[in-house]
């Protein structure tokens, strides 16, 4: 496709949020009869999928503890029901399986599901919790659990046909999606702040407004943009922390036991809800019985044709680096340093086996494939959606958002002056101001 010299929307990222944004973006300028959407280009440097929507487990679920990322996930969960079929999206549920120490704020999590209408059951106890298990699966075995969260909505979509799924959406509308085209850098109009043109490897873009959705590739773009690479929070404590660098890395721990997906059907033969374990108790090796971690554990996982068999993960590992240091490129199963080891795939497996006794002597199946990929987090390790440079809307999802397919759609209503409440409590300002999201006890630094 030959690249426009000119165009009011130029959109970073054919990934969840830019696609999502261009979709929403070409429908309202049309409804609203300002335009459509050949008023919108979408510009990826490599292709539609390439990052970590490309990757993604896919899990789709609204157990958070605080309550602003609760609301804003019904609202993306009602996106991705609106079209299941488009999106490859498989309602089945999700289930939070605490031990003691997280039974509060799982609670909380319940109540509040009941206050916004999102249909899901709560089980206290550890009797209680056991029963409701082996309601599901006969051969649930997992200790230390004392509460579950059943949500009834949610589930996973299959990653790349789901962005498929969006980009075809857009193309319908009449956006234009151009690939193997890098944005390298901004060029500033009259007004010094605002952006008036991107620079590519293929030319020069002028626009009018500009939508940063690149992911774990933030870190690159917030330097072209000058934003800075550190921030002040005000603490709890009224305190300022000052030089907190504003970008991080982890690296997602992902992979797929090789066995028939069916293998995990519940009692009544039907596909069961996403599962997802935090525990204290000890987690023994299922190859040797040797002790892996005393630690407070949790995986997830789920029966998945697409990956071909059960598929899931674990806590991530923190990448110690400074941001500005680590290689994103290769991305993915293509990068020789974040991909998961057999330490992994030993705890993953044996982890599976604590769940369930039809996991048991199961590892030799593991599929021996690079998974995994690296997340870009924010300080608080929660979203920033914000306007920055007058003209340029960043969706930073801190690596929540596969899930958050209804963010663009806020993006999009943004962009066309609206407000939105639901993205209100993802501002960058809220560092300087002290507005944090409450912080959980879960070993996972997005729950
Ligand atoms: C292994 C793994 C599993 C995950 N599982 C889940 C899950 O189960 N549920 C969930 O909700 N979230 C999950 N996440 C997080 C989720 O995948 C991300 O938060 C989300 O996909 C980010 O979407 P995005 O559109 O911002 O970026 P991406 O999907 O990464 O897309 C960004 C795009 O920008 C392009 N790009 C980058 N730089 C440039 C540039 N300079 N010029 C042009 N294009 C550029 C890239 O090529 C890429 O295609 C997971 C993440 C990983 C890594």
Redo the contacts with the bound molecule.
Sequence with gaps: MALPSHVKTVV?????????TAWHLAARLKGQGKGGGKDILV???????????????????NNYYQPAMRELMAQCVEVWESDPAAFSYHPVGYMQISPEAMRDDVAAIHEQQKAIGYESVFVEGAGPSETYMKGLFDDWQARGITSVLHEKRGG?AN?TAA?YGLAKKAEDLGVRIATG????GFRSGHAAAAVAAVE?GKGVIECDQVVV??????N??WT?LELPNTVTIKGRDGRLHQDIPMWRYWA???GTLGVDPNLQKTNDGAMPPVIHVDTDAPLHSDVDGSLITEQMWGI?YKPDFNFGGVQG?AMPQKVEAPADQVAVDP??PDSPDFVVDDNFAHMWCSALAFCQKRFEGQIGKYKKEP?????CFTPDSFPVFDRFRENVFV??????????IGVGKLVAEELLGGGSALLGPFRFARYAEGRLHPVSHSPFP?S
């Design positions: 970073i990222g054919a990934g969840i949020h830019g696609l999502s510009l990826d440097k490599t292709a539609i999928a390439a990052g970590a929507s490309g990757i993604a487990c896919g899990v789709v679920r996973y990653n962005i085209v890098e944005v390298t590519t959705a690149v992911g774990p590739w933030i690159r773009l072209l997602l721990e992902e997830y993960g991305y993915g998974s995994g990929g690296l997340g969706i930073a999802d801190s690596n929540h958002g596969y899930k958050m997005w």
